[in-house]
């Protein structure tokens, strides 16, 4: 299990966001789990009214939780998109912004939200069918995996704020793999 907290993007100011956390746990059945803990003045923020849980695209350009996972040394990433309204997607890119539409989830992510006037809680359940970096690459070889583990957060006014582990550039740019970390394992 790992917990790392987000650090918002420098270009945005005044925000009533005061964290966010993430807790990843990998079962031993291959499961993910993922915990993302938001603090602040949930009420100015723009939170998705719930939805039926289905693809859809275009999450990042309101409230969504992300993550981005790929092999050390290899070209290729995929990246998740988790909204408070349920909604979700995903895709797999085979190299820096390029998208591979031959992969697609088997099972749709589990996510469940709840909501107090300071926190918002995400959490997310993504099936080990598929997380085939894990599966392939982190379960039976030596290769040390990539998380790119980000938010962005639209205020009521519109405004928005991107959250990552780091900001390697001056405009937020979740795909640049100078953010994410590199790990050996997530147990």
Same mark, same amino acid.
């Not at 917990?3 to 420098?10: D, F, N, R, V």
């Not at 938010?151 to 639209?154: F, G, Q, S």
């Given at each position: 299990m790992i917990?790392?907290?987000?650090?918002?993007?420098?270009s945005n100011q005044k925000i009533p966001v005061n964290g966010i956390?993430? =807790?990843l746990h990998h079962e031993p059945q291959g499961d993910l789990l993922i915990?993302?803990?938001?603090t602040g003045?949930?009420?100015q923020i723009k939170i998705p009214a719930l939805q039926p849980s289905q693809f859809v695209d275009g999450l990042w350009a309101h409230t969504c939780f992300e993550l981005f996972i790929a092999v050390n040394d290899e070209e290729g990433y995929y990246e998740f998109n988790f909204s408070p309204s349920t909604q979700w997607?995903?895709?797999a890119f085979s190299d820096y912004r390029v998208r591979n539409t031959d992969w697609h989830l088997t099972h749709?992510?589990?996510i469940d939200v709840t909501q107090t006037p300071t926190h918002l809680h995400l959490n997310v359940r993504i099936a080990a069918a598929d997380l085939p970096v894990l599966k392939s690459k982190l379960l =039976?070889?030596?290769s040390s995996i990539q998380l790119g583990l980000t938010?962005?957060?639209?205020m009521n006014t519109g405004q928005h704020a991107y959250w990552a582990l780091k900001h390697p550039e001056d405009q937020p740019n979740f795909h640049h793999r100078a953010g994410f970390i590199t790990l050996s394992n997530l147990n």
């Open positions: 917990t790392q907290a987000l650090i918002c993007h420098p956390q993430v =807790t915990h993302y803990e938001l003045i949930i009420e997607a995903a895709y749709a992510p589990i =039976t070889s030596n938010a962005v957060i639209e």
